[in-house]
């Protein structure tokens, strides 16, 4: 044996060991001091909304303020989340990803591209309560649409301007993770530019972008602020989309300081239903990485 592999094989002197084992302790415990406030949050919401979390809340409409002898729920407040976020999905998607395609296979390093990424860049970190007021602005004050008021249109635009930076920037990073010589092999074969990039780039990169994608509606269905400027709410069902619509984000905030009790236990509730689809949306988004 050499005495490169002596050194190799020998144990660890005592107080290296000692100094591992406690940088390791260390390391476990800010790690569940990270994660305490996630968990004594996770815990408050289970255990202030389990008791209320019944059939009849996915299915009932809410119930006039005091009056405990019908059933209340929050069915309408689902029905407006998935809308709005829906609607904002149709219309920042294809957007952000078209982007995407233009910085990172056309653009590129161009003077153009730098500053569409520099604009994205300052987008994704303008608050939310900022892009509410500029949605208010656009579409509930003005009638560049024929309508003015809140609606959840006007919800759906603000949520979608939140999203885009977000898809945009993901893909960005998803397409350059392609290897070139895909693209290469592609261009030997005969095939051109639009080609390759539609078959051999977006393909390869097509579960990194489900992830970004499923990243931003989950960033969507939580926001609550630009809807309070854009969509307001409603205690009915949505029936037009230039309608006032209610959301779940927007009925925790408006219930949790209520005086009555039932109404601010329906809020506990809402938040785990809105926590769990935020989770779900998270967990998804993992899956298809794991499986990628």
Known sequence: MTRLEEQL???????????SYGMSAIAVIFSLLALLPLLSVLFEILRQGLPSLKW?????LPAPAGDISVPNGFANAIQGTLLMVSLASLMSVPFGILIAIYLSEIGKAGAIAQTVRFVMSILSAVPSIVV???AYAVIVLSTILGYRGFSALAGSFALAVIMLPIITLSTEEALKLVPNYQRLASAALGANSIQTVCKIVLTSALPSIT????LAIA?????TAPLIFTALFSQSWVEKILNPAPSLSVMIYNYSSSAFPEQTQ???TASLVLLGIVTVTNLLSRLITRKS
């Open 9 to 19: 094989t020998k144990p660890l002197s005592i107080d290296r060991q000692f100094f």
């Open 56 to 60: 009849e809340v996915f299915t009932s």
């Open 219 to 223: 960033r969507a269905a939580g926001e």
């Open 266 to 268: 329906l809020a506990w």
């Open 132 to 134: 509410g007021v500029f």
């Open 211 to 214: 992830t970004g994608v499923l």
